[in-house]
């Protein structure tokens, strides 16, 4: 199992509403993920011999107050990348509210 397949199935975990890259006519509360890049690479001899991914794992939801998501999603990603919380804000046009995490993972 990759470590893709493994942050899949970490925040599928926590709810059926969990979507690659773009969510498809979601209902608030739902997660959004996505790779976006690599993140550290090792090299040997001239050539890379190990490379992590990096990407963002999203959550829109429409109580701010209600904490069980924002907390699983960070159980999630502690068990299988290393992670930190980037940003939190409001969205005026949705009226939710928008959690990002940046992950990485080898």
């Known amino acids: 199992?990759?470590?893709l397949d493994e942050l899949k199935n970490a925040l599928l975990e926590l709810t059926?509403?969990?979507?690659?890259f773009h969510a498809h006519k979601p209902q608030a509360p739902y997660i959004v993920w996505g790779e976006d890049g690599p993140g550290d690479a090792i090299f040997a001899n001239g050539r890379l011999v190990a490379q992590a991914l990096g990407g963002t794992v999203d959550l829109f939801t429409g109580d701010p107050e209600d904490t069980a998501l924002f907390e699983g999603i960070q159980g999630a990603l502690d068990r299988v990348c290393c992670w930190r919380?980037?940003?939190?804000?409001?969205e005026e046009d949705t009226g939710l509210t928008h959690y990002e995490w940046r992950w990485e993972a080898a």
């Open 16 to 20: 059926p509403e969990v979507y690659h």
């Open 1 to 3: 199992m990759t470590c």
């Open 85 to 90: 919380l980037s940003s939190i804000q409001y």
